[in-house]
């Protein structure tokens, strides 16, 4: 499947696209964007499927009630199901002095659960530690990681839910990947598993 990057300039956050071009059907991932930027494909016939969350802070669900009313089912992890109608736990009241609340999440995820898009699957790791709910998403050699590992560094973990004993045991979970895999952090550039590996700092071999 092919990942469309779309880049939040406000918030400096990443959203991603994932999109099958077989079924010609899309997901939107951590949409800090208006599904505005998706015309092209809405046009072209394609079918928005689900929003996926990586996990609930305001940077990374910001427009997720209008994709979702252009046909996505929202999906979270169950650790941060209850940011979405929460600003202080989601930090919209910290960040922003907004009293932002969105709607409940359509499907709640678990670790390994399955997002089908087409004949593909799309794979949920639970990786706490940022937050409690915490996921990355997992699909032919993409790692969709959210905040919890950037190129070369990792997500805080001061916050609301965070764990730096989560944090350590998905270090340990993630450096004990053996495939590649290209990851799609929330923030910054994207990078690999390897180079995270050996350079990031955070992960080992
Ligand atoms: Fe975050």
Redesign the pocket.
């Known amino acids: 499947m092919r990942v469309v990057t779309l880049y939040s300039a406000g918030y400096a956050s990443n959203s991603y696209l994932i999109v099958d071009e077989e079924s010609k059907e899309f997901a939107v991932v951590d949409p800090s964007v208006d599904p505005a930027v998706a015309s092209d494909f809405f046009n072209d016939g394609y079918t928005l499927k689900y929003v996926l969350l990586t ?1 609930g ?1 305001f ?2 669900i910001l427009f997720v009630d209008e994709w979702r009313a252009n046909g996505a089912k929202v999906c979270i992890h169950e650790g941060d199901a209850e940011f979405l109608g929460d600003p202080s736990k989601s930090l919209y009241l910290q960040f922003f002095a907004r009293d932002t609340k969105h709607g409940d999440a359509d499907i709640v995820l678990r670790d390994k659960s399955i997002i089908k898009l087409g004949n593909n699957s799309i794979e949920v790791m639970s990786t706490p530690g ?2 409690k709910g915490s996921v990355c998403y997992i699909f032919d050699d993409v790692m969709i990681s959210g ?1 919890t590992l950037f190129e070369g560094s990792i ?1 805080r973990t001061d916050l609301y839910g965070s764990s730096n004993t989560d944090m350590r045991e998905t270090i340990e979970k993630l450096s004990a990947i053996d495939k590649d895999y290209t990851v799609y952090p ?1 923030h910054g550039g994207k990078t690999t598993l390897a180079h995270e590996k050996t350079y990031g700092g955070y992960l080992h071999n």
């Open positions: 996990h802070h940077d990374h940022h937050t905040d997500g929330g």
